[in-house]
């Protein structure tokens, strides 16, 4: 693919307001324009309209993949998982349009295909500060490698752990336990962390599966209220429990699947049991890639643009 970058209708004017002033110069002339034009971008630069406080959250759709980007008021990135091998036509360009050049905190939730596929492609593309994984996770083969390869500082978390993003933003870490109780089963020990900002919640579950979730519920209980809720295993009958969602109580539920896929995700009976708590569904299946807006306080489905 190619990459080509867009323009907004203010940057399109200042472009060709430059490009006349300099092309338009002659000797005499052809430094005071060109100082003109330096002083433009400046000014530009710095008194361009910023959105200062608007966190989004992107749900991508790649078929059966997982792949989350959090981005918050300040500019700083946080990605869950990278999808699988064939994301490297989804979450780079999708970077790269939106001029995101680094990646904060990369998140792996847990080692399997459909969440560290584009692992390597996206790392060695988009600079990555710190991978953030479980000492299981650290201790896989694949990731071990990428890690060496590409020399990035990890950090191991696990139930109790916090992560201070910036103001008002803060992950709280609640599985894996500390100590492994699942007998190193993947998807129970998968990473599951609440994001706070303000007064909003949003609760990322991985894989997990019904195993964890009722430890879950019994070590967090109502700490997993949350409005905003990532469907535990895409929506798989596996996990999703009755004393899950009734702990958690999302307002909007967002399901990764893919389309026609042979697992044949989401499960009708997963779906019942959110329709049972009256939350809203939405799903990349059905709508493609998700947009979460919120200031804090409210949340907001975009649109695509």
């Given at each position: 693919?190619?990459?080509?970058?867009?323009?907004?209708?203010?940057?399109?004017?200042?472009?060709?307001?430059?490009?006349?002033?300099?092309?338009?110069?002659?000797?005499?002339?052809?430094?005071?324009?060109?100082?003109?034009?330096?002083?433009?971008?400046?000014?530009?630069?710095?008194?361009?309209p910023l959105d200062t406080d608007k966190m989004k959250i992107v749900f991508f759709f790649f078929?059966?993949?997982?792949?989350?980007?959090?981005?918050?008021?300040?500019?700083?990135?946080?990605?869950?998982?990278?999808?699988?091998?064939?994301?490297?036509?989804?979450?780079?360009?999708?970077?790269?349009?939106?001029?995101?050049?680094?990646?904060?905190?990369?998140?792996?939730?847990?080692?399997?295909?459909?969440?560290?596929?584009?692992?390597?492609?996206?790392?060695?593309?988009?600079?990555?500060?710190?991978?953030?994984?479980?000492?299981?996770?650290?201790?896989?083969?694949?990731?071990?490698?990428?890690?060496?390869?590409?020399?990035?500082?990890?950090?191991?978390?696990?139930?109790?752990?916090?992560?201070?993003?910036?103001?008002?933003?803060?992950?709280?870490?609640?599985?894996?336990?500390?100590?492994?109780?699942?007998?190193?089963?993947?998807?129970?020990?998968?990473?599951?962390?609440?994001?706070?900002?303000?007064?909003?919640?949003?609760?990322?579950?991985?894989?997990?599966?019904?195993?964890?979730?009722?430890?879950?519920?019994?070590?967090?209980?109502?700490?997993?209220?949350?409005?905003?809720?990532?469907?535990?295993?895409?929506?798989?009958?596996?996990?999703?429990?009755?004393?899950?969602?009734?702990?958690?109580l999302p307002f909007v539920s967002v399901i990764s699947c893919g389309a026609n896929n042979i697992?044949?995700?989401?499960?009708?009976?997963?779906?019942?049991?959110?329709?049972?708590?009256?939350?809203?569904?939405?799903?990349?299946?059905?709508?493609?890639?998700?947009?979460?807006?919120?200031?804090?306080?409210?949340?907001?489905?975009?649109?695509?643009?």
């Amino acid at each position: 693919y190619t990459t080509f970058f867009n323009f907004n209708l203010l940057q399109l004017i200042l472009y060709f307001l430059i490009m006349a002033l300099i092309f338009t110069s002659h000797k005499n002339n052809f430094a005071f324009r060109t100082i003109i034009s330096f002083l433009l971008i400046f000014i530009y630069l710095i008194f361009r309209p910023l959105d200062t406080d608007k966190m989004k959250i992107v749900f991508f759709f790649f078929c059966e993949g997982d792949c989350t980007l959090i981005s918050t008021p300040n500019g700083k990135h946080i990605l869950i998982d990278a999808g699988t091998e064939y994301t490297r036509s989804t979450i780079v360009p999708y970077l790269n349009r939106n001029r995101i050049n680094k990646i904060d905190y990369l998140i792996i939730t847990h080692p399997h295909a459909d969440h560290i596929g584009g692992l390597a492609y996206t790392i060695s593309n988009i600079r990555t500060d710190t991978l953030v994984c479980t000492s299981q996770t650290s201790a896989n083969n694949n990731i071990a490698e990428i890690i060496s390869d590409y020399n990035i500082p990890e950090k191991i978390v696990y139930a109790g752990c916090t992560l201070n993003i910036e103001k008002d933003i803060k992950f709280y870490f609640l599985n894996p336990p500390m100590h492994d109780i699942y007998n190193s089963d993947d998807n129970a020990d998968c990473i599951v962390f609440k994001l706070k900002y303000k007064y909003f919640d949003a609760l990322f579950t991985g894989d997990l599966n019904a195993k964890a979730e009722e430890n879950l519920v019994k070590n967090a209980g109502r700490f997993l209220k949350s409005d905003l809720l990532k469907v535990p295993h895409h929506g798989s009958r596996t996990s999703s429990t009755p004393q899950f969602l009734i702990a958690c109580l999302p307002f909007v539920s967002v399901i990764s699947c893919g389309a026609n896929n042979i697992y044949h995700h989401p499960s009708p009976y997963t779906i019942l049991r959110y329709n049972v708590i009256n939350s809203k569904i939405l799903r990349t299946d059905l709508e493609g890639a998700i947009i979460i807006t919120t200031d804090g306080y409210q949340l907001k489905k975009e649109d695509w643009n």
